[in-house]
């Protein structure tokens, strides 16, 4: 598996502002995305954040409310824009294809690891 | 109908118990299936991982898949307090993640 770190762990903000989420891995990794979670529901993929090109929204998802970027392949950020007290969730990154060996090979496929998340709060 | 149902809970049970957690799923397309312990405040943890029916154990823990009916289970042996914590199923097909709403497991010493 891979250590994750995500900044911030938590959050309070007001209606209309926004918020950057970094999420660091510590290990190289093919693939990254990003979830929310809202109270009483399921995890809900945001999009997947693609190495060097736009990231891939899921339906009911913009680029102009989640811009995601990710410059390499150990780090990426959310952010939610135009906040509203509905976007208050814990918003979570996960990774999938973890590089490793000198080779680089691509171990732990077809499964995905979450780092900490990100709890936000809008008022 | 959702995609995965997984009964919310809470589910309570004493120490020592063997706890029987479930899913189902409508979607035949699912290729690997695995479960998540959630604590509460932190992120999901990976716990098991299987893409065949049977059965796969891991100390304490068993998941046991079932395609034919489309359905999930995680068993937990000799629980424990520290088990105390959100189950989540969670099945991918072409990287794409699917979860279920979780199930909250209490467990008493």
């Known amino acids: 598996s891979a250590v994750i770190s995500q900044k911030p762990s938590r959050d309070i903000c007001q209606r209309g502002t926004s918020l950057t989420i970094q999420c660091q891995v510590d290990s190289q990794v093919t693939m990254m995305f990003w979830y929310r979670q809202q109270p009483g529901q399921s995890l809900t993929l945001i999009a997947t954040a693609n190495q060097g090109s736009e990231a891939t929204y899921e339906s009911g998802f913009v680029i102009d409310k989640f811009p995601i970027s990710r410059p390499n392949l150990t780090f990426s950020t959310l952010t939610v824009s135009n906040m509203s007290p509905e976007d208050s969730s814990i918003y979570l990154c996960?990774?999938?294809?973890?590089?490793?060996?000198?080779?680089?090979?691509?171990?732990?496929?077809?499964?995905?690891?979450f780092g900490p998340g990100t709890r936000l709060t809008v008022l | 109908q959702k995609e995965v149902e997984q009964d919310p809970g809470p589910l309570s049970v004493p120490e020592g118990a063997i706890v029987s957690l479930n899913c189902t799923y409508s979607?035949?397309?699912?290729?690997?299936f695995m479960w998540y312990r959630q604590y509460s405040r932190k992120g999901p943890e990976l716990l098991m991982y299987t893409y065949s029916s049977g059965n796969k154990e891991d100390g304490r823990f068993t998941a046991q898949v079932d395609k034919s009916s489309k359905y999930i289970s995680l068993f937990i042996r000799d629980s424990q307090p520290s088990d105390s914590a959100t189950y989540l199923c969670?099945?991918?097909?072409?990287?794409?993640?699917?979860f279920g709403k979780g199930t909250m497991l209490l467990v008493s010493p």
């Open positions: 969670a099945m991918m097909v072409r990287s794409t993640l699917t």
């Open positions: 979607n035949s397309a699912f290729q690997y």
């Open positions: 996960s990774v999938d294809g973890i590089f490793s060996g000198l080779a680089g090979a691509i171990s732990s496929t077809d499964t995905q690891y």
